[in-house]
């Protein structure tokens, strides 16, 4: 699975890398640079189907609640 997202908070690039070890995938690329306005980051995780999915869910999680933030 591949996704990329701009965050408000350089932090949740680790936050997301924790949560891919917390439901047993793998980062196995992560790309972040910082703009000054945001993290644009890329991630490339492997894992069972239904881990990666999950994963994908509290991903979208993070995002909205750093634009609740």
Known sequence: MTCTVTLRDP???ARIVNLAHR?????????ATDDGRGTNAH??????PRSLERLR?????????????
């Open 11 to 13: 932090r949740s690039v």
């Open 23 to 31: 439901f047993t995938c793998r980062a196995v690329r992560i790309d």
């Open 43 to 48: 991630f490339a995780f492997e894992g069972p």
């Open 57 to 69: 869910m509290q991903i979208d999680r993070v995002i909205a609640a750093e634009g609740a933030a």
